[in-house]
């Protein structure tokens, strides 16, 4: 019995016997939080993150965080290269999770940092892609992509 068949099976299984079932397919990721301070012409956040990957999935993902958009309201405030944290890992295999906490840091005008000074929060949609290995080696990986928008808190120091 193949991996993918095992994976229904128990997937059947949990759902007959009433269970909590994980349906995602793939991986997800969800922005927990964080922080954005701007100086004269830079922004910098922290973004907490949790990564996972259903445990019904067909195989484990490879992923990336390529970037970060930052927001007030509809404003756009900032691009956001992001750092990649010390003993990151960008595997997880089904049922796997982890949570991380990522800075990152772009350029900003003088009204942009007006913007996200004056207000208390900002949103931040974090991009992600997402690599998966089907069952049969001969089969090219699966490509999945998104981003996630979580809420970030403001400081800003006086200038």
Not at 35 to 44: C, H, I, K, Y
Not at 120 to 127: C, G, I
Not at 131 to 153: F, H, I, K, N, R
């Amino acid at each position: 019995m193949g991996g993918a068949t095992r994976t229904v099976l128990s997937f059947m299984a949990a759902v007959l016997a009433g269970a909590c079932v994980d349906t995602a397919l793939s991986l997800v990721v969800d922005v927990d939080g964080g922080s954005a301070s701007a100086t004269e012409d830079l922004v910098n956040v922290s973004i907490d993150a949790s990564i996972r990957v259903g445990e019904f999935a067909v195989s484990g993902d490879t992923f990336t965080l390529p970037g970060a958009d930052l927001f007030v309201g509809e404003t756009p405030i900032a691009q956001l290269v992001l750092n990649r944290p010390e003993g990151f890992t960008n595997t997880l295999e089904p049922g796997q999770s982890t949570r991380v906490t990522i800075t990152g840091m772009g350029r900003v005008t003088s009204d942009a940092r007006a913007t996200l000074c004056a207000s208390e929060t900002a949103t931040v949609l974090l991009q992600w892609r997402a690599e998966e290995q089907p069952d049969d080696d001969l089969d090219p990986p699966l490509g999945d992509m998104g981003a996630s928008e979580g809420t970030l808190t403001v400081t800003c120091p006086s200038l």
